[in-house]
């Protein structure tokens, strides 16, 4: 079955999903997987090396309880790209 990291493999971007109960994302989120994440509202994207996915970069304000927002958002694919990066400059 489709699910959210399988959608990330297969379209290499980032994700935010703002409310894992909401309609759009339970086709994605399992119970399963909302059960182990505890958290609502994440960021999620790949770390790609050499044009392949070898893993995944999760972000959550579970413990805090804190809202994402915009800003947060624009933070975390920052850093994502900067890991991207670090990743293929090792690789040479």
Same mark, same amino acid.
């Given at each position: 079955?489709?699910?959210?990291?399988?959608?990330?493999?297969?379209?290499?971007?980032?994700?935010?999903?703002?409310?894992?109960?909401?309609?759009?994302?339970?086709? =994605?989120?399992?119970?399963? @997987?909302? +059960?182990?994440? /505890?958290? &609502?509202?994440?960021?999620?994207?790949? $770390?790609? =090396?050499?044009?392949?996915? @070898?893993? +995944?970069?999760? /972000?959550? &304000?579970?413990p805090?309880?804190?809202? $994402?927002?915009?800003?947060?958002?624009?933070?975390?694919?920052?850093?994502?790209?900067?890991?991207?990066?670090?990743?293929?400059y090792?690789?040479?």
């Amino acid at each position: 079955t489709d699910n959210i990291f399988s959608k990330l493999v297969r379209n290499v971007e980032s994700m935010w999903i703002k409310d894992t109960l909401s309609n759009n994302s339970k086709e =994605l989120v399992s119970d399963e @997987i909302r +059960l182990v994440l /505890a958290s &609502r509202s994440f960021f999620v994207a790949p $770390l790609v =090396l050499s044009e392949r996915v @070898i893993g +995944l970069i999760y /972000a959550d &304000r579970q413990p805090s309880d804190r809202e $994402l927002d915009n800003e947060s958002y624009e933070s975390f694919q920052h850093f994502v790209q900067q890991a991207n990066q670090a990743l293929e400059y090792i690789r040479r």
